[in-house]
């Protein structure tokens, strides 16, 4: 516990027996509380506490003021973010678990029927994320199924199918894992309220995502029952209708939402994805219920239904947006996340023909890949107008105190042309990015980190970072070497995030 | 008769209790039972004296316009105290002074394991009483009637620094105790 910590608790005990005594001797508290000599705060000590803080923060603040002129700041630390080391091995059969090293920190495991003793983890003691995936649906559980996961003491991210043959007593297992603080479940059957009470066990529980499944208005009541969530997605679980996404209401420590793959979008539905038919989506009345959400700070939607009264419905004091993978989203609903006038991370995408090579479906015929006139393709001519959707993502860029910018897909022109007035664009994601990319982002001037997950680049793209403050570049599955990527950019860390 | 949501699990109640029509001034009567529990809990949170009857009106106001579970008052209680520190968490602008809030809170859940802390008052209480009669005087005479410093050290033939080293070590001896006491109920 910090000292300071320490403090506030001291605090609060001195408070609590000052309340309990008034209401001992039958007097309002601030008879009590009001009498000088009750609370152990002495003024002249606080006065001369106070002008020290002041001093020390004074001094601090010219300290980082005179390293930002020297060099510009480094993107805040992400211990919010669940960790995702890499190399991350994928077996399909417990036999071949034993193949790996002790070192091995991710894991993907495809769990097969008749498998039900996963023992065969426990030597992968350095484990820290663990992906278990099943496939087929299993009745019968041994019920210390959980056990040699919850005994590996690294695990902080574990990702795992309900079957109906698991209960919430094999949940409860997981409160033995010392440092599990992420877990999805893959629901292969509507989770309960007993199975939420297991999970209240788990002493360090931040993060709960529910894939697939259904859930009802009592289960997201009992959300609220876990003591230490903070975020939570809900990723095409069915039966999130209105009603029950109003009940996130009650979720009063929630910071950050993510809602996937809920509501009804033709044009994503015509671009192969999939949706849960009986959901609005983010309505209007759900972002109203959100709004009283107090800590409320970061939302996601990702293949979501959402309308700008949805958008302008929700608190202005959130930092964190992210729209993704909603191609039904018009410009009115980009121009609406002007709403946020303290946002400082935003997450975006677009829609083209190239893109849809990435889509569910099989890819489009040549001649629709290739650039050049216009190809007649009804699925695209379908979508909102992206050139002005590419407009209002310019716009919040310059309106924006952006500080951090992912972005999926190549930049739109209208996008990269804001770069170079970003001035506190620190750090820039792109994901599935091209080399154009590359020489644009170089152009922001305060641009300290970049991060490039499955770009399409070559290491003379990288030429163009050259000269430029980067001071760290992470890439996530690219084709750049990364010994390569140090040598072209001296001074600069690579890593491989 | 019998309660026709006996029934149903608690979880499920406050969406069927809010769906009926509800009478008003029966509602805030079994609110009011629960307004000292929430003074004490708001100013262990960090509000200040003055402001904690408008907190608890403000609490109410919003147990009366939302869905308020009837099955129970120790579950009414925890509801409210959630209401509660929601108010409170709007009146924090940094993100420090809301951890303070929660860290607060947790503070409460650990001392006040009935949730109300009823059950620390009513130790309290016992401690009292088992005090000589010099303090419990001194006791009642400094906070109840709020005497001043001066006049009790003529009254208890004591220096002025005399009263506040005794109030000092009486706090102290009554918090060793409460904790006393739930150690040997545990």
């Known amino acids: ?497 | 008769m019998l309660n026709p949501l006996a029934a149903v699990p608690a979880i499920f109640r406050p969406t069927m209790t809010a769906a009926m029509p509800t009478d008003r001034p029966a509602h805030l009567a079994r609110l009011q039972p629960h307004a000292e529990m929430l003074r004490r809990y708001l100013f262990v949170l960090g509000a200040g004296v003055d402001r904690l009857d408008d907190l608890v009106q403000e609490v109410f106001l919003v147990a009366l316009k939302k869905p308020f579970d009837d099955s129970g008052p120790s579950w009414a209680a925890a509801w409210l105290r959630g209401v509660a520190r929601n108010v409170l968490l709007r009146d924090r602008r940094t993100a420090a002074s809301r951890r303070e809030v929660e860290l607060v809170h947790e503070v409460w859940e650990q001392q006040c394991a009935d949730g109300s802390g009823d059950a620390r008052i009513a130790l309290l209480q016992r401690c009292i009483e088992g005090l000589p009669e010099r303090s419990r005087a001194l006791l009642q005479q400094t906070y109840a009637e709020g005497i001043g410093r001066d006049e009790l050290a003529g009254r208890f033939g004591m220096r002025r620094d005399g009263i506040k080293t005794a109030l000092r070590r009486l706090r102290a001896a009554l918090r060793n105790c409460v904790e006393r006491r739930r150690e040997g109920e545990r």
């Not at chain 1, 939302?299 to 239904?305: E, K, R």
């Open chain 1, 1 to 497: 516990m910090k000292k300071n910590d320490e403090a506030v608790c001291m605090m609060a005990l001195e408070r609590l027996f000052a309340a309990e005594l008034a209401a001992a001797l039958d007097v309002p508290i601030s008879a009590v509380a009001g009498h000088r000599d009750t609370l152990p705060v002495a003024s002249r000590a606080r006065w001369g506490k106070a002008a020290a803080v002041l001093l020390f923060g004074v001094i601090m603040t010219w300290l980082v003021a005179v390293q930002h002129a020297s060099a510009p700041a480094m993107q805040g630390p992400e211990e919010l973010e669940a960790p995702d080391p890499l190399p991350i091995p994928y077996v399909q059969h417990a036999a071949d678990i034993a193949k790996l090293t002790k070192n091995t920190r991710s894991l993907g495991f495809t769990w097969e029927v008749g498998e039900n003793d996963l023992s065969s983890l426990t030597p992968l003691t350095a484990l820290v994320r663990l992906r278990i995936f099943g496939p087929l649906r299993q009745d019968v559980m041994p019920p210390d199924l959980l056990d040699p996961i919850a005994a590996l003491p690294e695990v902080e991210v574990l990702e795992l199918p309900l079957f109906p043959g698991m209960t919430g007593k094999h949940l409860r297992q997981l409160a033995a894992a010392p440092k599990l603080r992420f877990l999805s479940l893959q629901l292969h059957r509507r989770l309960s309220i007993a199975d939420i009470e297991a999970l209240q066990a788990l002493p360090k529980l931040c993060s709960l995502s529910l894939q697939g499944g259904r859930i009802d208005a009592g289960t997201v009541r009992a959300l609220s029952l876990l003591p230490t969530l903070d975020r939570l997605e809900l990723s095409g679980v069915g039966g999130c209708t209105e009603v029950v996404l109003q009940e996130l209401r009650t979720l009063h420590r929630l910071r950050r939402l993510g809602l996937t793959g809920l509501g009804k979008q033709p044009c994503a539905e015509r671009l192969g994805e999939t949706t849960d038919d009986d959901s609005v989506g983010l309505s209007p009345a759900v972002a109203k219920a959100l709004a009283e959400l107090p800590l409320l700070a970061e939302v996601a939607l990702s293949h979501c239904a959402v309308t700008s009264d949805a958008i302008r419905a929700l608190p202005p004091r959130l930092t964190s947006f992210s729209l993704t993978r909603c191609p039904d989203a018009g410009a009115d609903v980009v121009a609406a996340l002007e709403h946020f006038p303290h946002l400082q991370r935003l997450g975006l995408d677009h829609f083209d023909r190239g893109q849809r090579r990435h889509w569910r479906r099989a890819p489009p015929p040549p001649e629709l890949v290739e650039t050049g006139p216009p190809v007649h393709d009804p699925v695209i001519e379908s979508l909102p107008d992206q050139g002005a959707i590419h407009r209002a993502q310019a716009e919040l860029l310059r309106r924006l105190p952006i500080a951090r910018l992912c972005y999926n897909y190549s930049l739109p022109d209208e996008v990269a042309a804001t770069l170079p007035e970003a001035t506190k664009l620190t750090t820039i994601e792109l994901t599935w990015g091209v080399a154009a990319d590359i020489a644009s982002v170089a152009k922001a001037p305060a641009l300290a980190r970049l991060r490039l997950s499955e770009c399409s680049f070559g290491i003379d793209d990288l030429q163009a970072l050259k000269d430029t403050p980067l001071r760290r570049l992470d890439q996530r599955w690219g084709r750049v070497s990364r010994e390569a990527a140090a040598a072209a950019l001296p001074g600069v860390t690579v890593g491989d995030d």
